[in-house]
């Protein structure tokens, strides 16, 4: 007989919808699995306000598949002119769950994030206050330190300081890379959490550049060395509270991931569950993927898990290559490695 896995309806706490076209092409891919996601606000132009956040929901919404039960979480994305009055009240109304810090540049249509924290310090109080979530891209964007030292640097220069002098405020360090952040984030209160994607699990640096550069292994932030890699996926398969899923599934159509200056990201929404039942049964911590996947995140956010489960069955799962968007085709992340572990 097969083996199956049922979990409470998993969660995905970081995710790229982006809008339009692309929109409507993959947003079947997370509502087929996902009960629901933070929703990045890094659109061009950016969601700055309420009003644009309400408006960017109900494209979403007005996106679903039809009978698809999805609640899209919406974020802020902060600048040096965020208003703390319209985000309290976008909370208070229950519109937004998280604000997302970027650094100015530091990814994907960025440029309108933050150079001087200084600008933003009467938000972040509103938001300690209130006990609205900081979402942070952490990575410095200073050219002379090392894209793979970006993320460590990060964390002593900028989130360490911000948070000692916001006591309260309640941080999520996104898409973790680093052993350092892992660290970090293990001696933190409950007032810090650390999403963990399904392709930093999988991939390290050598994956984008041994043998030939992938261009759809190419992520921000970039995969380190194995050593982090594998701190990454002890954390994830610890069961810890502070650590739960955020695909950061980030789709690009294939030309722009094969330009000279290709784009950043990878898109594992169709895929994210088999790879994580299999990197977790690897680990031995298959009784432990419904925490990283379905408890730990409502938990930090105060939000109820879902009532509806899923169920994973171990007789072999296969994902087409890539999918069709009136933009041009999607790449799949592909992990690698055959696939055991399917959701029925």
Aim: proline letters at 6%; charged letters at 20%.
């Amino acid at each position: 007989m097969s083996q199956t896995i049922t979990l409470r309806r998993p969660d995905d706490w970081h995710l790229h919808l982006r809008d339009g076209a692309m929109l409507k092409a993959v947003l079947p891919e997370t509502t087929a699995h996902f009960a629901r996601a933070i929703i990045m606000p890094n659109l061009v132009p950016p969601v700055v306000t309420s009003d644009q956040a309400q408006a960017y929901r109900e494209r979403i919404l007005n996106a679903l598949p039809q009978g698809a039960d999805f609640e899209p979480l919406m974020t802020l994305y902060l600048t040096e002119d965020t208003d703390p009055a319209d985000v309290a009240a976008a909370h208070a109304s229950g519109l937004i769950h998280a604000v997302k810090l970027y650094p100015a540049g530091a990814t994907t249509n960025s440029a309108s994030g933050v150079a001087n924290f200084d600008k933003v310090r009467a938000v972040l109080e509103k938001m300690a206050e209130i006990g609205l979530p900081l979402c942070v891209h952490g990575e410095v964007t200073d050219a002379e330190i090392d894209i793979f030292d970006r993320e460590a640097v990060f964390i002593d220069r900028v989130l360490d300081p911000i948070r000692r002098a916001t006591p309260g405020l309640r941080v999520v360090m996104e898409h973790i890379t680093t052993r350092n952040a892992v660290d970090y984030a293990s001696a933190q209160d409950d007032t810090l959490g650390a999403t963990i994607t399904t392709h930093h699990l999988v991939i390290n640096r050598n994956h984008i550049l041994a043998g030939g550069i992938k261009p759809h292994y190419y992520c921000l932030p970039v995969a380190k060395r194995e050593e982090h890699r594998l701190a990454l996926r002890a954390a994830a398969t610890s069961g810890d509270n502070r650590f739960f899923l955020g695909t950061d599934s980030a789709p690009h159509t294939d030309a722009n991931k094969l330009l000279p200056c290709g784009c950043a990201g990878c898109f594992t929404a169709p895929n994210t569950l088999s790879i994580l039942a299999q990197v977790f049964e690897e680990d031995g911590a298959l009784d432990r993927l419904e925490r990283f996947t379905s408890l730990n995140g409502p938990a930090f956010y105060g939000l109820l898990p879902n009532d509806a489960t899923i169920t994973l069955e171990k007789s072999g799962a296969s994902y087409p290559d890539h999918i069709a968007t009136e933009d041009g085709p999607v790449t799949i992340f592909d992990p690698g490695f055959d696939l055991h572990w399917k959701v029925l």
